[in-house]
């Protein structure tokens, strides 16, 4: 079956600029996630939504920062005014409700701020 | 604060030797631990996790072994094969309240197997 998609794959933009990057959880799966990867580190959890509620926002960097789901499916995660320690990979993942710990992740977006 | 740690940023193994990852953790609330295996341009990937209930969880040829008391956990590979070259990551979460779900990251550890 159709696995974790995200959009765009590589986005490259200016500092300044708003960006945003969308994911497709996996059918049916009511828990989404997303993380942040800098090069070289682990990932860093940014949300959590379960449903199209977010009990766990602890994770956002910053005010720039944001993130909806709508339809218990499609997220996206909005960056607002990039700024060039904002470029990493971003990764979304999801999950079943009640499995919230084995979670399945996309391919990630990676942005490159500049 | 880095909660999970893998001290050892790389590994290099022999096809069919043993291949052990490490991890440390320091947040005594974790209690569920897991292992993601990542190829480069793609997603992790869920290898296997265990509770802290466990000492010991097997799959196949991984198993994971935990040791509550000093906070430790490993991964061993047996045999090793070249198709398991990639980064593996280790994570933790804690049950419970608002952190459902959220998983700590470790920085990863590069396998390396060789033919």
């Known amino acids: 079956g159709a696995g974790v998609s995200q959009s765009p794959s590589n986005k490259v933009t200016e500092k300044g600029k708003d960006v945003e990057l969308r994911c497709d959880p996996i059918?049916?799966?009511?828990?989404l996630y997303w993380y942040r990867q800098r090069l070289g580190q682990g990932l860093e959890f940014l949300i959590y939504?379960?449903?199209?509620?977010?009990?766990?926002k602890s994770g956002l960097p910053s005010d720039r920062f944001s993130a909806e789901r709508t339809g218990e499916s499609v997220s996206t995660l909005t960056i607002q005014r990039t700024q060039q320690e904002d470029s990493a990979v971003y990764l979304c993942?999801?999950?079943?409700?009640?499995?919230?710990?084995?979670?399945?992740f996309g391919p990630g977006t990676r942005l490159t701020v500049t | 604060d880095q909660q999970v740690k893998q001290n050892s940023p790389s590994l290099s193994v022999q096809e069919g030797r043993i291949s052990i990852l490490n991890c440390d953790y320091t947040?005594?609330?974790?209690?569920?631990f897991l292992w993601y295996k990542k190829y480069p341009a793609e997603g992790p990937t869920f290898l296997i996790s265990?509770?802290?209930?466990?000492d010991k969880n097997e799959d196949g040829r991984f198993t994971v072994f935990l040791n509550k008391s000093a906070k430790h956990l490993s991964l061993h590979i047996v045999p090793s094969q070249p198709g398991d070259s990639a980064v593996y990551f280790c994570?933790?979460?804690?049950?419970?309240?608002?952190?459902?779900?959220?998983?700590?990251f470790g920085q990863g550890t590069i396998l390396t197997v060789h033919p």
């Open positions: 059918s049916g799966h009511t828990a």
């Open positions: 947040n005594s609330m974790f209690d569920y």
């Open positions: 993942a999801s999950s079943e409700a009640g499995q919230g710990y084995e979670q399945y």
């Open positions: 994570a933790a979460s804690a049950a419970g309240g608002t952190s459902y779900g959220k998983l700590t």
């Open positions: 265990i509770s802290s209930i466990k």
């Open positions: 939504f379960q449903g199209n509620s977010a009990p766990d």
